[in-house]
């Protein structure tokens, strides 16, 4: 019996979670390092490469947390999920009926996919690896899915699927609008629409199953079970294929939303006509076939499918914690942290997805649930537990200072960087494009003469130059549209 006591605890075994789990480990060596997760698999970060300044690259693998307990002894890793945490008495009460008293608590536990509608077996949130693969299996039976959503994870996976008609809804006038704008969507779409694919790079992933983990014969995601978020290349390795023999088919139904899902009966009920999927613009043939479950848009469309993929963001996983403790929330539902990532409560830290960042920003830097972003905030949290504890102080981390993320769609590389899509700025912007089709995409956003943000699509090898040009927010006016003029070789410049 007995509370077991640690220094420091860490909630959450994602990329924020064990991030400052490792670097805790390393700056304390003397100390147990309490990490409690529900999961027997960890995701730890390998291959991280510093591209320059702000940029990073890294994959994510799934690892059994035995691994982590073997890189860092002085890790011991919890497996069970909390109950209950009493911030005022510094205790967390685990699901297996354990107590743990902690110094410092960082609480890392993600978030979760905001789902359309809770509870429908026909609509599946994708959100981390187990989702994934219930997805697969719903698909292997599927001859058209709806996918709501235009976030990074619906891209790739419209992008990814083959044999299916998908019907792709989106809130927005252009697809990808996390990450794009319409350019650059413009820029992508041939590529969606091409019939022939590159065959897809092997998968630098690996997925250990921990024996008797896997549910048998059970292919829909439980949404209350949580699974760390998907990386950039989540899908390579899936086998994203329907039953139909044709390699691709999307129709994008824009700035729309889900009014309703009916079941068969519910639809047949209702006595209104449902969609096939168009062949041109002005098709609207009504639907002979009976579909499992239909989707009304509120552009009045109704289309029938198998299923339903919601790919709409997510929802900080604040569950277990909110009770009894007088957190302060975001308006995002995240627990707010101040600039040393520390929550309303004393000695509670949080870092990743479940936090919302409520310091003042740097003017090019904002939040986004990204793999980068959790893996330095759990770095930088570690940072700032240490140095509270320890009575020193600390300056904000440069990773701040700049928004700044790398990925691949459709086998592009992507940069993005600082406002890329003028986010906040209001109208008082302006934008300049570079295009070589089916080659690169290169936009900056200007601010004043100044540049503010930038998207780069292809080998495009400005990021460092256009990095150092918005951190150092140097006056460009006098080199106009030649910027971006690719006869001249724009670093000479700025050396």
């Known amino acids: 019996g007995g509370a077991a006591r640690g220094r420091f605890a860490v909630v959450g075994g994602g990329i924020a979670g064990v991030t400052c789990a490792e670097k805790l480990a390393a700056e304390f060596p003397s100390e147990d390092i309490f990490l409690i997760t529900a999961f027997p698999v960890i995701k730890a970060v390998t291959n991280f490469k510093q591209v320059s300044k702000t940029l990073e690259e890294f994959d994510v693998e799934e690892q059994p947390s035995s691994l982590l307990e073997k890189r860092y002894p002085n890790i011991r890793v919890i497996q069970s999920g909390v109950k209950q945490l009493k911030s005022d008495e510094h205790k967390i009460y685990t699901e297996d009926g354990k107590e743990y008293i902690y110094e410092k608590l960082c609480l890392c536990a993600g978030a979760k996919p905001k789902l359309i509608v809770e509870g429908n077996p026909y609509v599946l949130g994708i959100r981390d690896t187990d989702s994934a693969q219930a997805f697969q299996k719903n698909l292997a039976q599927?001859?058209?899915?709806?996918?709501?959503?235009?976030?990074?994870?619906?891209?790739?996976?419209?992008?990814?699927?083959?044999?299916c008609e998908v019907i792709w809804a989106i809130k927005d006038k252009a697809i990808g609008n996390t990450f794009f704008d319409a350019g650059a969507a413009e820029f992508l779409i041939p590529k969606l629409t091409a019939e022939s694919r590159e065959s897809p790079i092997e998968c630098k992933r690996t997925k250990y199953t921990v024996?008797?983990?896997?549910?048998?014969?059970?292919?829909?995601?439980?949404?209350?079970?949580?699974?760390?978020a998907l990386g950039p290349d989540w899908h390579e390795g899936l086998h994203l294929k329907g039953t139909k023999e044709f390699s691709h088919k999307v129709h994008i139904e824009i700035l729309c939303e889900v009014k309703k899902i009916h079941l068969q009966q519910e639809f047949i009920q209702l006595q209104q006509t449902s969609l096939t999927f168009p062949k041109g613009e002005k098709n609207v043939e009504p639907d002979e076939v009976l579909w499992p479950v239909y989707v009304e848009l509120t552009n009045g469309k109704i289309y029938g499918c198998n299923f339903i993929v919601s790919a709409t963001g997510v929802v900080p996983n604040v569950e277990p914690f909110l009770d009894g403790n007088n957190f302060a929330v975001g308006e995002d539902g995240g627990l707010k942290v101040d600039k040393h990532m520390h929550t309303s409560l004393p000695d509670v830290y949080a870092a990743g997805d479940i936090c919302t960042a409520a310091w003042e920003p740097s003017p090019v830097w904002h939040q986004m649930r990204l793999w980068t972003q959790a893996r330095q905030m759990g770095w930088y949290a570690a940072k700032c537990m240490a140095a509270d504890a320890l009575g020193e102080s600390i300056d904000m981390d440069f990773s701040f200072e700049l928004f700044a993320h790398i990925t691949k769609f459709f086998n592009y590389k992507v940069v993005v960087l600082g406002k890329y899509n003028a986010q906040g700025l209001g109208s008082d912007h302006e934008l300049m494009l570079r295009c070589t089709k089916g080659h690169e995409y290169v936009k900056v956003v200007m601010q004043n003469g100044r540049m503010m943000g930038a998207v780069l699509i292809g080998e495009t090898d400005l990021e460092e130059t256009f990095e150092?040009?918005?951190?150092?927010?140097?006056?460009?006016?006098a080199y106009g549209e030649d910027l971006l003029n690719p006869d001249i070789d724009i670093e000479d410049y700025f050396d």
Do not use: C, F, H, W
């Open 211 to 228: 024996e008797g983990t896997e549910e048998k014969g059970r292919p829909t995601a439980a949404s209350d079970k949580l699974g760390s």
């Open 468 to 477: 150092n040009l918005i951190l150092n927010q140097m006056d460009l006016s």
């Open 142 to 163: 599927a001859e058209r899915i709806v996918v709501v959503g235009n976030g990074g994870i619906a891209l790739e996976l419209v992008y990814e699927i083959q044999g």
